[in-house]
């Protein structure tokens, strides 16, 4: 188009001229809230949630596997299993390899009769709690 000057010149102006887009930051969610997107049961998310849980696992193997085995554990607790895949469970947790994991299925194991009771039988402790909380508070 004509420009007289020379090639240093132009690579300067267009240097120092040149705009740049801001850098795009993406703030990554914080583990409370990855963890309540994991334990929540999938009907009761947004559709939004739905997408950054899909996002972060597909971002982190590690997460993906942990995942998929906390929404195995809830679910045994949830419908109240008989049990029968709670030797599974704590397989797929044991072979995952994170130390975290193993601590979760030797307390699972030493109580495993316990275990089993409190996901078949229909009691619950809840009320027995809340009359230990009333009495600590007198």
């Given at each position: 188009m004509g420009?007289?000057?020379?090639?240093?010149?132009?690579?300067?102006?267009?240097?120092?001229?040149r705009t740049r887009p801001p850098p795009v930051t993406v703030q990554a969610?914080?583990?409370?809230r990855i963890t309540a997107w994991i334990m929540r049961p999938?009907?009761?998310?947004?559709?939004?949630?739905?997408?950054?849980l899909a996002d972060a696992r597909s971002r982190c193997p590690d997460l993906d596997t942990v995942?998929?085995?906390?929404?195995?554990f809830a679910a045994l607790v949830r419908h109240q299993e008989t049990g029968q895949h709670l030797d599974a469970s704590i397989g797929r947790a044991r072979n995952a390899g994170y130390s975290?994991?193993?601590?979760?299925?030797a307390g699972l194991i030493s109580d495993r009769g316990a275990v089993?009771?409190?996901?078949?039988?229909p009691w619950s402790s809840g009320p027995v709690n809340?009359?230990?909380?009333?009495k600590r508070q007198m």
């Open positions: 420009y007289q000057g020379s090639l240093r010149v132009l690579k300067d102006w267009l240097t120092a001229n969610p914080s583990a409370q999938g009907h009761e998310l947004t559709d939004d949630d739905r997408t950054y995942a998929d085995l906390a929404q195995g975290e994991l193993r601590g979760f299925v089993v009771a409190g996901l078949t039988q809340r009359i230990k909380t009333i």
